[in-house]
Nanobody, 116 residues
């Protein structure tokens, strides 16, 4: 059974920064090539924010380009999302999953709230 666990969310003022982490099993990170960070705001559909391949190629949603950085450390079985210059519109629950996502892999997510 795959278990992904997200952490690092919180309340931050506009312009602030947060780093999210996603941990999973060694087997999962060793065998899954494409990973992504997704977010879902209230009343909105879940959307892909950033993706990364095993080779380190990255993808970013236009609205986060230049502000967010996705990275992975397979030795630590961890996926990261560094978020800088946060905006109120970044407020959402953030989740990690494969890319494309697999329904059974969704974790509990971590809440990010950007507000003054």
């Amino acid at each position: 059974q795959v278990q992904l666990m997200e952490s690092g969310g919180g309340l931050v003022q506009p312009g602030g920064s947060l780093t999210l982490s996603c941990t999973g099993s060694e087997t999962f990170f060793r065998t899954i090539y494409n990973m992504g960070w997704y977010r879902q705001a209230p009343g909105q559909q879940r959307e892909l924010v950033a993706g990364i391949t095993s080779a380190g190629s990255t993808y970013y949603k236009d609205s986060v380009k230049g502000r967010f950085t996705i990275s992975r450390d397979n030795a630590k079985n961890t996926l990261y999302l560094q978020m800088n210059t946060l905006k109120p519109e970044d407020t959402a629950g953030y989740y990690c999953n494969t890319r494309p996502p697999v329904g059974g892999f969704w974790g509990q997510g971590t809440q990010v709230t950007v507000s003054s």
